[in-house]
């Protein structure tokens, strides 16, 4: 399973990159939601980790052109930021994301929403 990650912030970016590779996902890591776009566009993913606030495209306008898109409509995406306001996160589910979780985190439950997500994709 391939992981497309959008964060700016390169110790999270980082972070978040070793923890799903080091939890055996393949992960694609990108400073802003234009230059993800950009990737999964040409080389696809089959999941995406979003931070909310990036310079350029931030993780809504992303997550509302991967739904918009019929290659990625389905993508299980989780929103990983540090808007932990309801409104933020209710904004996202609305947008389309499929889990939310704030930073920081436990690295474990990044790894475990990822698998609930992976299995979304199985069907298991």
Do not use: C
């Not at 700016?8 to 890591?29: I, K, M, N, P, Q």
């Not at 696809?44 to 991967?66: C, F, K, Q, S, Y």
């Not at 918009?68 to 990983?80: G, W």
């Not at 930073?103 to 475990?112: Q, R, S, T």
């Amino acid at each position: 399973m391939k992981i497309l990650i959008a964060d700016d912030d390169l110790l999270f970016r980082t972070l978040v990159s070793e923890v799903l590779t080091d939890a055996g996902y393949e992960v694609s890591a990108h400073e802003n939601g234009a230059l993800a776009w950009e990737s999964l566009q040409a080389e696809g993913a089959d999941m995406a980790v979003l931070d909310v606030n990036m310079p350029e495209m931030d993780g809504i306008e992303l997550l509302r052109h991967i739904r918009a898109d019929d290659r990625f409509k389905a993508m299980p995406v989780l929103m990983l930021t540090i808007r932990s306001m309801v409104d933020d996160q209710v904004e996202s589910y609305n947008d389309g994301a499929d889990d939310y979780l704030t930073k920081p985190f436990a690295n474990e439950v990044l790894v475990a929403r990822m698998n609930v997500l992976e299995r979304r994709i199985l069907g298991n």
